[in-house]
């Protein structure tokens, strides 16, 4: 579980939550705050992120950029704690969250935009 943690890179979270955290601010101050809402962007948010994250650690392994040259935190897949395949799959599965949220947002918030 650490390394699956450690790929998803939780230090990149908070920027990706932090303008959504902020637009639902606003709407409570504007008074069309929605609860639903304010948790699918959320989790719309924070997939598209984990997404990036396992998507740029397979995309680099595949093409070579992480070596053992590479400064910054241990890459997964380059460092062989994830399999290629593993990480691929995990891929596929962020990447259906995040339209599944996605798709939630969408139905939520349809009837807030005029």
């Given at each position: ?51 990036s994250n396992f ?60």
């Amino acid at each position: 579980m650490k390394k699956w943690l450690a790929a998803a890179r939780p230090q990149t979270l908070p920027l990706a939550a932090s303008s959504i955290i902020l637009a639902n601010c606003i709407a409570y101050a504007d008074d069309t705050f929605r609860w639903k809402v304010a948790i699918f962007t959320l989790l719309t948010a924070i997939a598209l992120q984990v997404l990036s994250n396992f998507a740029n650690d397979y995309g680099d392994a595949i093409k070579g950029a992480d070596n053992h040259l590479r400064t910054g935190p241990e890459r997964m897949v380059s460092s062989g704690q994830i399999s290629k395949e593993q990480m691929f799959r995990a891929v596929f599965i962020s990447a259906s969250l995040s339209l599944v949220f996605g798709i939630l947002l969408l139905i939520f918030s349809k009837n807030i935009i005029s």
